[in-house]
């Protein structure tokens, strides 16, 4: 089915599916025109809006838990991201002693060896590899901690999930949104170098182009962030949705000056939707559970 958009300009355009969640020139004026992506009839009404009110659930033991609200206060999504707790001891429990049985036995046959030498070399390679062993056997027995989005408390009805990619991250970290078929709707990137000066996320459209940056809001309270601390949540953490082409602010997400984590996802200053408000919401939650805040 073709994709009907309006330009800003009147004009009017029936379009391939081929287009859809792609950014095209019109051809009258020269304008971006964001085309809907395939799946907008099927969003559901919770994600039609642009303000979303969060608030993290403590003292939940299984999982990092949200819910979302509407500005009148009606709870709309609730969120959840779980710990697994005693997988990822035994993981860790297993990978440790895998390490410490490597490092014995590289001592021994060092030792049994009979030289200076040998048990000089020994020791730095049995740590070595006991390192390498501990992290070979560790992470294949962890678990990914996925994201589900769901409009029920008990969980029993997904619309939107953020998937882990790597279980272990290093210099970056990839995560995929899915919408509640399991369709890509988004691919979020977060290179860690960028967090020495700004803290900054990539979000990419599921063709790979780039479809915004969210980062710290300002480069001068990042610096002093870094310097100072959150100076009892005078210096909180907030971040800017920016268009990737223009540098225009699309949003804010911002955490309120509150004892408890509440925030305010805020996309009014985006009124033609360039961003998916699911793919908004999404990285909203990272913002706060992948940062670790």
Known sequence: MAARVQCGCGATYDLKDEYAGRTVKCPRCGAAIQVPAASSPAVQPAFERNVFLLRQKHLALTAEKYVVFAEDGAPIIYVKRPYHHLRTALAALAGFAAGVVTLVVVIVLAVAVGNDIALAVGVPVGLVGAVVVAIAVGVP????RHVTF??????????????QHEKIYFLKANYTVTDGEGRPVALLRKKYIYDIFRKRWDCFRPDGSLWCVVREDSFILSLMRRFLGPLFGALRTNFIFTDPASGDVLGEFNRKFTILDRYVLDMTADPSRTIDRRVALAIGVMLDTGEKR
Do not use: P, R, Y
Not at 141 to 144: E, H, N, Q, R, Y
Not at 150 to 163: F, K, M, P, S, Y
């Open 141 to 144: 027995l962890s678990v990914k």
């Open 150 to 163: 769901c409009l029920d408390e008990e969980g029993q009805n997904a619309v939107l999930t953020v998937i």
